[in-house]
């Protein structure tokens, strides 16, 4: 109040002016409106004036007469100074100065005359007012006060306890509970209870109280009562307060809250008469204390979850026992009741959704429903507002189900109508109930139906507008699926009918939201509630049981055991079994049978936990030595091929995940397709096939199936049919095919950088063998239109989507057959015709409507020179047949129709089968026996069909525009070479396509040329291949040899497919394919002498068998992983046709018993693989022969040939084909082969030193002159000394383009000589053959004593192969080595070589070139490679020159043989020439011999085949004229076919040649640095 301050002088100044101014100024303030505030201003103007008197400063009559005019302003006034009197008599009663409060006292009693006495005894201190002597005494005013207060506010006025008016309170309580069903209203109760509380005094609270106790009581009657209550008292915090204190009553332990309190508090809070914050805060217990009750539920659930999963000791359970029963004691003391959840219970039961959401969102979520009561009071609610869209859309046809009587209370949830009501209330009380739908199964069925009919409108409503709604109500039903349905599934006992029920649901989703709810069922959900938490450990601990007692003899009770635990948990279940299978693969068959007892849901489950399992990020697909995949995967590979072909499982996820995966560049789980394919359709893809196997897969579909693989796989059928249409409904057939394609070079390209060699190897064949697997299974499942409807254009194929050309052919081929046989059906139908000649011609003309277009679209797969050679038909043809189109295997349908025949036979037998199962038996076995004769007929057909197309098309197939070898090398590089690796099939095929292209009599194809190019050229195919390549590679060359073989073995055979020819056109049943010289392509004539004969034939088969040892000795020698295996599996491969010579065998044997010792502890599988090889090739040693029974060996000394004739290893087979390694030249028209290949000509007229058949290298008719020879292979001697001393790599200079010149020169100059020895030759009257017959038989001998010593020597042996290779650097594809053998030395000159050769040996094995050196048309051509190139013009004309000498030459008798003896003469005077030839002719000679006393052939080392006049030159210098003289008319002789040669002589001669040799090579020691010089 001292707010306002009066001014010094006024009060000094008082009477003056003073009094004047603060009467202005309360005027001023009692004029102000100022909402109240005026009222404070005066006080505080009365207090200042007041408070200046008691000081002291102002007299009290003047102030007294100033306050008195003051009462006239404000009718207040007499208040407000007596509210300014009552703070100054507190104020001055406090303060010690008397004076003050006497100033005071006096100044009240002066004013006493003008303000009331009441207001004064009201305001002022019993005191005070006695000292103003207004009361007598204080003290008996202080008792009157409190008499009067207790009197007014104390003193009861109405009646509390009803004991206190009895009357009153009975007749209210009689009033309450009488019958309401009359007309009494609760308006008319109401009169009364004011009546009774008026005449009785009721307390009207404890009215209300007692109002709420007869509701309680009577509580159906919540209509009369609630509309009571609100008329009765409408004020919502005493209905609380009296609410909440009868809840207060209930807290105290082992209480139990009625049911009806809840009501009633639930009916209050529904009508609005209370509001529940207000409620909620007297009820107990607290949230903090729900909170806490509710963590340590969870780590309760948490702690026996570890102890399930843990090892726990017999000692330790039986403690864990004891305190389990302490907490539980501890347990039963009641705590009080959950009043929240009860409320709760009684609004969900009254239809409050609104207040009971709000009372469960102040709890953990799923705390509320975990209570049973409060789940069921939930359940009961939502089965009310879902019943009338359930009654439309969710009953099953035939069911009647339990009608529900609606809620009475109008507040309640409205009923859903539509799918679009649910999301108004009932999938919000879903989703509060969360898991614990699983106490109520009638409601979850309801559910999952209702979800059952939204999916069939879904799927049937293509309107665009209703399209979001759609949309977003399948999210809920997504939602609802995983944060209701499945974990209560998990939390229900083993209901196989409610899983069953879920599978009707989900299978209508797609898999993608399948499995993403089964993603979250499994890796989530299980840890959101405790009750799942338990539940999860549980059944780990039960699976953990059942697992280790699983056995095959108990997979029935262990089976049923895993279906019930299925059921509820499968997730968590299969985790386990798939975790136990990864570590024990023996348990993937118990495991496989045991789950016959699972529902559909569960097997759709275990699809995806498999998926799962597979894509596990912390799993290494590899083992740790990162060469082999690892063993997890290939068990749960295994694993789903098994599943997946027992169980109707849906496919479309595990492809999709496959296909995923390689277009991510891994194909690591292409094995998963590969077993799935294998497993599911039957079909097996395995290089380890036996013959008999392979042999049935050649056949037809039922052959296949009974003969074909290792299992006899049977009901394949629906579980084919069940892939097939996986593949086909998701669009993933062809993806995959193109990916597996493609993946295959990006396995090497891509993937294989980091990773070891042999896992890239591996990884291939796997891409590429469940490509073939998974091509199979296409091509025999899918029918024509979607076969054809799926498969793009071979064109399209490889440039588009950039497909290999094998793998490209391979997915067509198919569709090539289809589109045949439907367009030949056509023809038929067409025109009816059942001549067997006019269904042919029909069905060639399908084949060229089918054909055509895929002729034109081949082109573009390869550069334009390819066609030069190639017709793109002939390209096609080879590409688009299979070994079905080739041959009948009857061997293999009569092997299986005897099968069945034993079979119902021991049917028939069989006693213990009962009748009805045999005759099921036997009628099966008969319809199958019928199949496959039908099937064998069929084929048979089809067979005669393609033969015929093949006659009328082979004579387009080849051009040869370019050259014979040029033409072979395309066909090698883009058709033999990649199919005969592609698959067993394809190999077997290629083998037999070129043995058909053969048979046909093919215009430009040359048989010996084709196969000397795949013998002689294995070194880096071999080296290049992966490991089933190398068995596919092996099984090629083994079918190769096979054909080789058989024409080897019989003259009879042999010449059925060679001989008889005439020319080179098919008309007169001619075999151009061995051919020995080509002329130009009009020339129709033909002499006996272009035909390869027997014996020379024998010659080169034992040079392919040479070639073979030399490329796999140099295999195992390398030391590299890859050549090893490779050759080792090839060997083993080509083990029945090779090796067939001893020696050969005996080399071989040693080379790999040094692998066996060398790989025992570095490389064991190499040391398996060469074991295992080493004990066949033991075994095969008895049916080995000596080289002398191999093929017809002559002795050297005896002949003359010239030099082209030892160079052409090759020069036997085909001129083209002949020695040289590369294929320059060979292809040629049959000139290079003249060079080259004595053999080739004659084998027997080897000794005739006019060799008659071998033409020159530049194609004149005429033979180098041997002088010519001589000079030509001195050259390639010392050429090749110096290399060797330079480069340290023997054998391997090629000529200058000079030398060639100066050879051609020298060539033409002896043109003449030679024309006329040839003719000489060709005159070997019969006498004369039968003298050479004997002195080859004599021959044999010899060279069999021979080779017994030789083959003592092993080492010697292996040596002597790689002197060979030293010298064939560079040969490649030679057709035929020299013809004849070379002869053994005696030992000391093998002591010698073996010594010279071991230097040799220290140096790099040669390697075989490429098979791609045929483009160059350039003379770069030495005689040591035997490349000849010729000019094309040039080489037929003098071929035409050539053959009109030859008819001349036939009148000439042995002219020749003297003029070769003049000529000898003639050189052996020329002292430079004779000097350059004797050292030259040493080493070669020596060479020679280490070839010999290893191979024991000459014909056997390419560069081994030094020309033997050379040789018989050099015995002549060391011996006398006379004895040269008669030396080289004996051979001469004896090649003429003269008389018989006696043994004395024979003996002679080998004396001879032991001597030369000797002599020999001092000579080349002698003039050792001569020859360095020159």
Partial sequence: MATLILPGDWIKNWEKSGKHEFVQLCKELTEKTDHGSEVRDIQAALYELCWQVVQGNLKLDLAASVLGDMMELRDDMPSILADVFSILDIETGALEEKNKRDHYTQLVGACLFFLPEAILKERLDPETLESLGLIKQAHQFNQKIVKIKTKLFYKQQKFNLLREENEGYAKLITELGQDLSGNITSHLVLES??????????????????????????????????????????????????????????????????????????????????????????????????????????????????????????????????????KDEEKNEKPPDNQKLGLLEALLRIGDWHHAQSIMDQMPSFYATSHKAIALALCQLVHLTVEPLYRRAGVPKGARGCVMRPLRNKRAPRPAESFEDLRRDTFSMLCYLGPHLSHDPILFAKIVRLGKGFMKEYQSDGRADGKDKMETLLSCFLSIADQVLLPSLSLMECNACMSEELWGLFKLFPY??????????????????????????????????????????????????????????????????????????????????????????????????????????????????????????????????????????????????????????????????????????????????????????????????????????????????????????????????????????????LEGGEKHLKLVGKLYDQCHDTLVQFGGFLASNLSTEDYIKRVPSIDVLCNQFHTPHDAAFFLSRPMYAHQILSKYDELKKAEKGNRQQQKVHKYVAACEQVMSPVHEAVVSLHPPRVWDDLRPQFYATFWSLTMYDLAVPHAAYEREVNKLKAQIKAIEENPEIPLNKKKKEKERCTALQDKLQEEEKKQLEHVQRVLHRLKLEKDNWLLARSTKNETITKFLQLCLFPRCIFSAIDAVYCARFVELVHQQKTPNFCTLLCYDRVFSAIIYTVASCTENESRRYGRFLCCMLETVTRWHSDRAIYEKVSTHLCSLHCECGNYPGFLTIFRATGFDGGNKADQLDYENFRHVVHKWHYMLTKASVHCLETGEYTHIRNILIVLTKILPCYPKVLNLGQALECRVHKICLEEKEKRPDLYALAMGYSGQLKSRKVH??????FHHKEQPVRSATPANQQNGPGSTGKPATSTSKTEEGPSEDGDRGKD??????????????????????????????????????????????????????????????????????????????????????EKTPKADREKLKAEEKSGKEDKAKAGNGESKEPSRERDAIKESKTKEKGDRSAVVGSLKSPVPRSESAESERDHKRRKLDSHSSPSHSSSVKDNSNEPKDSASKHHINYNSVDRSKSREREMDKKDLENTQGRSKEKKEEKDRKDRKRDHTVTEREMSQESKRRKDENGTNSSKNSKSTSPSSDSPLSAEKEKSKRSKSSSKEKGESVKPERTSSGGKKESRHDKEKSDKKEKRDSSGGKEEKKHHKSSDKHR
């Avoid at 080995?1184 to 029974?1189: C, D, F, G, H």
Wanted: hydrophobic residues 35%.
């Fill in 512 to 749: 993608q939201h399948r499995y993403r709810l089964y993603g979250q069922w499994k890796n989530e959900t299980y840890s959101s509630h405790p009750l799942l938490v338990k539940v999860k450990a549980q059944t780990v601990d039960r699976a953990k049981y059942i697992m280790k007692r699983l056995t095959k003899e108990n997979v029935k009770p262990s089976g049923r055991q895993i279906g019930k635990l299925s059921h509820s948990n499968p997730t968590i279940l299969f985790d386990y079994i798939l975790s136990q299978i990864q570590w024990y693969d023996n348990l993937i068959g118990p495991v496989v049978d045991s789950l016959k007892y699972l529902t559909s849901l569960n097997y759709d489950v275990l699809a995806y936990c498999i998926i799962e399992a597979l894509a596990n990020p912390e799993k290494e697909k590899m083992k740790h030595d990162d060469t082999t995949i690892s063993s997890w995967l290939q068990s749960l590979a295994s694993l789903c091929g098994a599943v997946f072909r027992k169980y109707p499982i849906e496919l479309a996820g595990l492809l999709q995940y496959v296909t995923n995966q390689l277009k991510a560049g891994k194909s690591f789980d292409l094995l998963i397709l590969k077993e799935v394919v294998q497993k599911m359709a039957g079909i097996e893809i395995t290089d380890e096939m036996t013959s008999e196997q392979l042999e049935a897969m050649t056949g037809g579909e039922q052959l296949k199936a009974e003969g074909g693989y290792f299992g006899q796989i049977r009901n394949t059928k629906k579980s084919s049919q069940r892939l097939k249409d996986a593949l086909l409904d998701h669009e993933l057939a062809l993806p995959l095919c193109l990916l597996m394609a493609q993946q295959r070079n990006g396995v090497v390209f």
């Fill in 1184 to 1189: 080995m022969v000596p080289e002398n029974e």
């Fill in 193 to 326: 209870i004011k009546s009774l509380i008026g005449c009785f005094n009721l307390d009207p609270n404890r009215v209300l109280d007692i109002i709420l106790e007869v509701y309680e009581g009577r509580s159906d009657q919540d209509e009369f009562f609630l509309s009571l209550i609100k008329s009765y008292m409408c004020e919502p915090l005493t209905l609380c307060h009296i609410l909440g204190f009868k809840f207060k009553f209930y807290q105290e332990p082992n209480e139990e809250t009625p049911k009806s309190l809840y009501h009633i508090a639930a009916a209050l809070l529904h009508h609005n008469l209370i509001e529940l914050e207000d409620l909620y805060a007297h009820l107990m217990p607290l949230d903090v204390t729900i909170v806490e009750e509710h963590k340590q539920e969870i780590s309760e659930a948490k702690q026996i979850a570890r102890k399930l999963i843990m090892v726990v000791v017999p000692s330790e359970k039986s403690e864990d026992k004891e305190k389990d029963k302490e």
């Fill in 1236 to 1321: 080259k290949s004595q053999g080739t000509a004659k084998p027997v007229n080897k000794a005739n030193s006019a060799a008659a058949k071998v033409t020159t290298s530049n194609g004149n008719a005429a033979l180098n002159s041997t002088k010519a020879v001589k000079e030509r292979d001195d050259k390639e001697k010392s050429g090749k000394e110096k290399k060797e001393k330079k480069e340290k790599t023997p054998g391997s200079t090629p000529e200058t383009k000079g030398e060639n010149r100066r050879e051609k020169q020298r060539d033409e100059r002896a043109g003449k000589e030679e024309r006329a020895a040839r003719e000489g030759k």
